[in-house]
T-cell receptor
Framework: DVKVTQSSRYLVKRTGEKVFLECVQD?????MFWYRQDPGLGLRLIYF???????EKGDIPEGYSVSREKKERFSLILESASTNQTSMYLC???????????????FGPGTRLTVT | SQQGEEDPQALSIQEGENATMNCSYK?????LQWYRQNSGRGLVHLIL?????REKHSGRLRVTLDTSKKSSSLLITASRAADTASYFC??????????FGAGTRLAVHP
């Protein structure tokens, strides 16, 4: 079974702190993603990476950065946390479907971050 | 990238009833995927239907796709309390990025 793990289920940080959210997948997937999920807004893509050291901005990259030094690990960094970054953060990795027509995503359990 | 819009936003039914959720999208697709999210957890892939398919079954799930109307539906038959979750559609052009909408929140009452 594919496993995507995230470093914390719950995290409380203070405004201005630097925050690291870690994600690890064990299936040698090329692609990894970071989303945030807020009530009524669905999942919004922050950043994604399709290879080691490669990254692309998603729809809401402001206030975030990412790091992918190893294939299995994708980190989301909040350089200076703010209260409007309080949210559920979901990491995912993806692989080609069996018929090679698309990519299927596998999600971690999520990190609920509260910034006070 | 494509984004699906799920409808209704929320659905409340009794155990044993069928639940139908709809998804509309705007551009051409290679396939469409449905995901489920239990409260406070990550999303789980349920089923994929290719653009040349009209209907697909998996257990109690039935998915239809109408590419002329750019819409899909997910039917859960004989719902159980354990089906309570949010359901998301993800239309895909075959690229490695999926865009998720706000989902349909399904509540199944015992």
């Amino acid at each position: 079974d594919v496993k995507v793990t995230q470093s914390s289920r719950y995290l409380v940080k203070r405004t201005g702190e630097k925050v690291f959210l870690e994600c690890v997948q064990d299936m040698d997937h090329e692609n990894m993603f970071w989303y945030r999920q807020d009530p009524g807004l669905g999942l919004r893509l922050i950043y994604f990476s399709y290879d080691v050291k490669m990254k692309e901005k998603g729809d809401i990259p402001e206030g975030y950065s990412v790091s992918r030094e190893k294939k299995e690990r994708f980190s989301l960094i909040l350089e200076s946390a703010s209260t409007n970054q309080t949210s559920m953060y979901l990491c995912a990795s993806s692989s080609l479907t069996r018929d090679f027509s698309s990519y299927e995503q596998y999600f971690g359990p999520g990190t609920r971050l509260t910034v006070t | 990238s494509q984004q699906g819009e799920e409808d209704p936003q929320a659905l409340s039914i009794q155990e044993g009833e069928n639940a139908t959720m709809n998804c509309s999208y705007k551009t051409s697709i290679n396939n469409l995927q449905w995901y489920r999210q239990n409260s406070g957890r990550g999303l789980v892939h349920l089923i994929l239907i290719r653009s040349n398919e009209r209907e697909k079954h998996s257990g109690r799930l039935r998915v239809t796709l109408d590419t002329s109307k750019k819409s899909s539906s997910l039917l859960i038959t004989a719902s159980r309390a354990a089906d309570t979750a949010s359901y998301f559609c993800a239309p895909s052009g075959g690229y490695n990025k999926l865009i998720f909408g706000a989902g349909t929140r399904l509540a199944v009452h015992p």
